[in-house]
């Protein structure tokens, strides 16, 4: 992938790390990117999140046990190795999971995760506040 992917998100009305699967599939070239839990067996390894690619999708595991703002991150970084091409939509079967971070790709999905919590975070507060001023109810 060439250029910055949060350049091309196309971000939907309503922000949040569920509603923007769609559109990181769209940028990633894949079908779908599904959101899953890690299986029982595997909560207990350490391990926050893991993306699977298979068949033309991609699935997002992340470990239940985990904070809320930690769920988010762990996402937000999963999708960070989705959009800079990390997995390839076409490969048969494909893993990226967080082992490494003075990997060059962790690094980058690391910046790219917290770049994309500021942008949902920022339009979430623009949100509230366009409410407030055209005296929409609160939520």
């Given at each position: 992938?060439?250029?910055?992917?949060?350049?091309?998100?196309?971000?939907?009305?309503?922000?949040?790390?569920?509603?923007?699967?769609?559109?990181?599939?769209?940028?990633g070239g894949f079908g779908t990117?599904?959101?899953?839990?890690?299986?029982?067996?595997?909560?207990?390894?350490?391990?926050?999140?893991?993306?699977?690619?298979?068949?033309?999708?991609?699935?997002?595991?992340?470990?239940?046990?985990?904070?809320?703002?930690?769920?988010?991150?762990?996402?937000?970084?999963?999708?960070?190795?989705?959009?800079?091409?990390?997995?390839?939509?076409?490969?048969?079967?494909?893993?990226?999971?967080?082992?490494?971070?003075?990997?060059?790709?962790?690094?980058?999905?690391?910046?790219?995760?917290?770049?994309?919590?500021?942008?949902?975070?920022?339009?979430?507060?623009?949100?509230?506040?366009?409410?407030?001023?055209?005296?929409?109810?609160?939520?």
């Amino acid at each position: 992938m060439t250029g910055d992917p949060v350049t091309q998100i196309r971000w939907p009305e309503r922000v949040s790390v569920e509603n923007l699967a769609a559109e990181i599939a769209r940028i990633g070239g894949f079908g779908t990117v599904t959101l899953e839990t890690f299986p029982d067996y595997m909560r207990d390894t350490g391990v926050s999140g893991v993306t699977l690619a298979r068949d033309g999708n991609a699935e997002v595991f992340v470990n239940p046990g985990l904070t809320d703002l930690n769920r988010k991150l762990t996402i937000l970084h999963e999708y960070a190795h989705i959009l800079h091409g990390d997995l390839a939509s076409d490969d048969e079967y494909a893993i990226m999971h967080r082992s490494v971070f003075d990997d060059p790709r962790e690094k980058r999905a690391e910046e790219t995760g917290m770049r994309l919590l500021f942008e949902i975070q920022q339009r979430e507060h623009d949100t509230d506040v366009l409410r407030f001023i055209g005296g929409g109810p609160g939520e």
